[in-house]
C-alpha cells in the first residue's frame, strides 16, 4: 500500500506526458546542458519531455540525455554530443519498423531494442565516417575530428 | 643543353604540376595523420548473450561481434579492428555511460482461458508493478495481451488486445493516470511456451506490463 502511494505521488509529480503514437520515445536523464531542437525551436531536454522522429539532441560540455524509445531501445548520450532521430516507427503489434539515428558528434550508448531483434535491418546509426548495422546488440559510438 | 631542354619537353602548363605535387603531398598526409577519432566497441550483453555489430565506412566493413570488439575509423574508408576493455570503455564513455536510462522490467499476469479474467495468483503481483514504477523517473507502462494458439490470428489479436485493455482498466482503478500507460495486443507472435496451432497453453495467456 505505502509504494502504490508513492506510486501515484510520483507519477503525479511528473505530471501529464501525452503518450501520443507519434512520440518516439521520452528522456529518463538529464545532466548539465542539453536541448531538443525541434522545427526550428530549441525545447529543455529535461526529464519526461517526450522525443520524437526528426528531433535533434545536442549537449553541453557538461551534458548529458539518455531516452528510452517505444520499442525499448535505450540511447544516451554524453557532453559535446548531436544526435539526430532520423526516423522512428514502430508497429507495437508486429514490432515491425525503423530506427535511423545519426551521431553528428560526441559519444553515444545503444541498447537495442524490440525493433532490432525483430528485423536485423530495423536499426542504423550513422555517423559523418560510418554506418552501423546493429544485429540486437549493446555497444558504444564515439566520433569527431582528429585532435592534434 | 640538353638540361635546359628537358622542361620544354613536359606538355603540362606549370600550374597543373604544382597542383599535382600539393595532391601527392596531401596523399602522404592523409596516410600518416587521422582526420577523425571514431571509435565503435561492441559491448557483452547484460543477459550473457553478445550480438553484433556491423561498421562500414566507404566500402569497408568490420564485424564485432565478441565482448569489447572495437573498430577504429581515422579516415573514412579505413576500419582496423581492435580490441577495447571494461575499464577502457569506462575511460572513453563514462558519462554517455551513466547517462543509460534504466532497463525496462516486465511482469506477467496470466488468464483464464478464453477470457479476460485474471487468474487469482496475478492479482498479488499488482505491488510489485507500483513499486517498480516508483522506483523510476517519468515512468511509463506498456502493457502488451498475449495468447495461445486457440483461434484464429484476428480473433487472438482481438482477445490479447482486450487482455491489455482490461489491465490498463484496473491499473487506472488503482492510480496510475491513463495517459502513462499504452497498450498493444502481441496476439499468439511472443509465446511464453512453443506449442503447435490451437493447443491450449495457460503460460501463453497472459499480459506483460513492462515499465519502463
Redesign the interface.
Known amino acids: ?1 505505502k ?2 502511494l ?3 505521488t ?3 509529480a ?1 505530471g ?4 501520443a503514437a507519434q512520440d518516439a520515445g ?4 538529464s ?1 548539465g546542458s542539453a536541448q531538443i531542437e525541434r522545427s526550428g525551436q530549441k525545447l529543455p531536454a529535461t ?2 519531455q517526450v522525443v520524437q522522429q526528426g528531433d535533434v539532441v545536442v549537449t553541453g560540455a557538461d551534458g ?5 524509445f ?1 520499442d ?1 531501445s ?1 540511447v ?4 559535446d ?1 548531436v544526435l539526430a532521430i532520423d526516423r522512428f516507427v514502430f508497429d ?4 515491425q519498423g525503423n530506427f535511423d539515428a545519426s551521431l553528428k558528434q560526441g ?3 545503444v ?2 531494442g524490440k525493433l532490432a531483434k525483430q528485423s536485423p535491418d530495423a536499426m542504423k546509426v550513422r ?21 592534434d | 643543353m640538353s638540361a635546359r631542354a628537358r622542361p620544354k619537353t613536359d606538355p603540362r602548363p606549370v600550374r597543373t604540376r604544382h597542383l599535382g605535387r600539393l595532391a601527392l603531398l596531401a596523399l602522404i598526409l592523409l596516410a600518416g ?14 543477459d550473457g548473450k ?9 566500402g569497408k566493413k568490420q564485424t ?1 561481434d565478441t565482448p569489447y570488439a572495437a573498430a577504429r ?4 574508408g579505413s ?1 582496423d579492428g581492435l580490441k577495447s576493455s571494461e575499464a577502457e ?1 569506462k575511460q ?13 522490467v516486465s511482469f506477467y499476469l496470466y488468464f483464464q482461458r478464453d477470457t479476460d479474467e485474471f487468474a487469482p495468483e496475478s492479482k498479488a503481483l499488482v ?1 510489485q508493478i ?2 517498480e ?2 522506483r ?5 507502462v ?1 502493457i ?1 495481451g498475449h495468447t495461445d494458439r486457440v483461434g484464429s490470428m484476428q480473433y487472438n ?1 482481438v482477445l490479447s488486445l482486450r487482455r491489455a485493455e482490461r489491465c490498463r482498466d484496473e491499473l487506472i482503478k ?4 491513463k ?4 497498450v ?4 499468439a ?1 511472443e509465446p511464453e511456451v512453443q506449442t503447435a496451432d490451437q493447443v491450449s497453453e495457460p503460460r501463453n495467456r497472459r499480459v506483460e506490463i ?1 515499465v ?1
Open positions: 500500500m509504494s502504490a508513492i506510486a501515484l510520483m507519477v503525479l511528473f501529464i506526458a501525452v503518450a521520452q528522456i529518463k536523464t545532466k526529464v519526461g548529458s540525455v539518455g531516452i528510452t517505444r525499448n535505450l544516451s548520450i554524453g557532453p554530443s507495437s503489434t508486429t514490432h559519444t553515444l550508448a541498447i537495442s555517423t559523418p565516417a560510418a554506418i552501423l548495422g546493429v544485429r540486437g546488440t549493446e555497444f558504444l559510438v564515439r566520433t569527431g575530428p582528429a585532435k | 595523420c587521422a582526420s577523425r577519432n571514431d571509435l565503435y566497441v561492441l559491448l557483452p550483453g547484460k553478445t550480438g553484433a555489430l556491423v561498421v562500414e565506412s566507404g564485432l575509423v581515422k579516415n573514412v576500419v570503455v572513453d564513455f563514462g558519462p554517455a555511460l551513466e547517462a543509460q536510462p534504466k532497463r525496462p505491488n507500483f513499486a514504477i516508483a523510476r523517473p517519468a515512468p511509463e506498456a502488451i489479436d488503482l492510480g496510475i493516470p495517459v502513462r500507460i499504452s498493444a495486443g502481441r496476439g507472435r513492462n519502463r
